[in-house]
């Protein structure tokens, strides 16, 4: 029989962990702000890098599908222009890391202090208290999230550029417009059902994305 799971709580700040207690979400909104680094913490904060990646990849995607229903859209056009964006998307949170390297903990670890930030009472008091149960293996599974991020932009890329190829060669059907926006629609599920709650809860896919 394999050990107890040790959990985040256990490298949590005793003044977050009493705010916690205490159901405090001032106190734990506080606590949040004078969080030391760790690399649990930090682990964390990146997954919630990730997360925001995917939710602008996700929406932009649903976008898309709308635009590809179109049969008056250009669809090459089209998916430069997601590709695009969705490569801006990332370049920003990039960018960001880049001007937080020098800081302990850099971008994932100003991105967990930042999640407490801007929400309500409810809601500040619902992260904590996930947080604190979260497992820290799954944590500490992913190493790298910008390699994540990017892994997952290829594959979108990848497989819809396969479609767009497609188009090309047999010309713009309403077949090759439903090939292009079920590929789609499919990232739109993977990311709505795994991948954006394996970034808080953890599963196959984040632990093989590293």
């Not at 990849?57 to 695009?84: H, I, M, N, P, Q």
């Not at 910008?146 to 479609?163: A, F, G, H, P, Q």
Request: charged share 30%; hydrophobic share 40%; proline share 1%.
């Amino acid at each position: 029989m394999g050990g107890i799971a040790e959990k985040a709580v256990n490298h949590l700040s005793a003044d977050f962990r009493a705010g916690l207690d205490e159901k405090d979400s001032a106190r734990i909104k506080e606590a949040s702000e004078k969080l030391p680094h760790n690399v649990v913490l930090e682990g964390i904060g990146n997954r919630m890098l990730i997360r925001d990646f995917l939710v602008q990849a996700k929406g932009e995607l649903s976008k898309y599908v709308s635009t590809v229903d179109d049969r008056e859209s250009d669809l090459e056009g089209s998916t430069r222009r997601l590709f695009s964006i969705i490569d801006e998307n990332l370049d920003g949170i990039c960018q960001a890391a880049e001007e937080y390297k020098d800081e302990p903990g850099g971008l994932g670890m100003e991105r967990f202090r930042r999640a407490f930030q801007n929400s309500d009472d409810a809601a500040i008091i619902k992260l904590a208290e996930h947080i604190a149960q979260m497992d820290v293996d799954t944590i500490l599974a992913i190493n790298n999230p910008y390699t994540v991020m990017k892994t997952i932009r290829s594959d979108i890329v990848e497989e819809l550029w396969k479609n767009v190829q497609s188009c090309r060669e047999a010309g713009d059907s309403l077949e090759v417009r439903e090939n292009i926006k079920e590929t789609a629609a499919e990232f739109v599920e993977v990311i709505d059902r795994n991948i954006l709650g394996s970034m808080m809860y953890g599963d196959e896919y984040a632990a093989n994305h590293t």
